[in-house]
């Protein structure tokens, strides 16, 4: 098919969202102003598992007018823009505490941080669970990770959120992205000297800091490691979190069955990440000449993967837009797939296991609030706006 004949469609217009999910009546590729989307589960799973499609994020940097200093070199060199040799090199140290095996031995601490936050709050009126509950577990489990102060949890919280505002896709935002990753690297050079001066520990900072001694990573790759985990420490899980908690307390049937039986959580986190995507679109540019579908994507195409249009494809997922506890193969693409799948995604879906655990055992009852809610979408990405959350309604 040449591009003349692929449907129009823009995945970061507002009017995008009212595709409901999967192939146009036209196909599963499409072409707009922003290059060609992949609606398609099994079009978007080959894109993501192909290396030569390489990941986006340094051009969307550059397109921004970051195209030299601090964060355009952490970018150019970091874990994600990687491939082959290179990148298993770079992935593997961090993949030694973000396995599934290691993630099940720390349940119990996500488990802790969780009960301590929220019991922390005045919960004898309706809490804003964004800013007070899932804004803060994720960067308190960074914090533990990393072998940081608790304390620095608001601003771990608030680097991770600053560094990856990127994908909103507003380039008003340039000063304060460039600003945030300079605080960021002088934030981990400052930590990571208190650790060498202080006798490394068995965090997972400490070990990278041993990599670096041990001659398997360079200095800057030891800071380009302990940037890249930050960054991605705690804004997507916080808004990932928050849509799962939304998205299971609004259905009442659906809540029940999960106060009464707590094996049907994990089951039904997945759900909600299926529907509620956070990562709304997966961005990738074409190495060379590459065929997809019929339509050969030319060298330098922007390729961008609609997750929240795959996880919905009636093609993979029968009666896709229903939030179904029973749905069998249930693999979303929310933390992508192939060799750059989320590597924390393991950890992440463990700390939403637990933040729904404990309001179902703690909290059975609790409602959202619709008038302090609001839920929505930008750069293709669902966010949690407000979420007011009754966590014992009379």
Known sequence: MTETLLPRFDPFAPQAQAHEGGALPDGPLALGPSGYTVLTYDLATTVLRNTRFKNAALELMEQFGITDG???????????????????????????????????????????????????????????????????????????????????????????????????????????????????????????????????????????????????????????????????????????????????????????????????????????????????????????????NGTIIPEGSDVHVAVWSANRDQARFERPTEFRLDRESNSPLTFSTGSHGCLGQSLARVEMEEVVRYLADHHPDAVVVDDGTEIGQSGGRWLVKALTVNLNPV
């Open 70 to 292: 601090l964060a355009h070199e952490f970018r150019a060199n970091s874990v994600i823009m990687a491939e082959g040799a290179r990148h298993f090199r770079l992935r593997a140290p961090m993949a030694r505490f973000m396995g599934p095996h290691t993630v099940q031995e720390i349940r119990r601490i996500v488990r802790e941080i969780v009960e301590g936050i929220v019991t922390d709050l005045d919960t004898s009126a309706p809490v804003d669970f964004h800013t007070g509950i899932d804004q803060r577990i994720p960067a308190r489990i960074y914090c533990y990770l990393a072998g940081a102060p608790a304390a620095d949890e608001p601003l771990v919280a608030s680097l991770s959120e600053r560094t990856l505002s990127l994908l909103h896709r507003d380039r008003s935002l340039t000063p304060v992205i460039v600003n945030a990753y300079a605080e960021l690297f002088a934030y981990l050079r400052a930590l990571i000297a208190r650790k060498r001066e202080q006798a490394l520990g068995d965090d997972m900072l400490s070990f990278l800091i041993g990599q670096q001694e041990a001659g398997k990573l360079s200095e800057d790759e030891l800071l380009n490691e302990a940037a890249a985990m930050l960054e991605a420490s705690s804004v997507n899980t916080s808004h990932q979190t928050g849509l799962v908690v939304w998205t299971l307390l609004r259905d009442r049937e659906a809540w029940r069955r999960l106060v009464e039986d707590h094996e049907l959580i994990p089951a039904a986190v997945v759900e909600a990440i299926r529907l509620y995507p956070r990562p709304g679109i997966v961005s990738k540019v074409a190495t060379e000449d590459i065929e997809l």
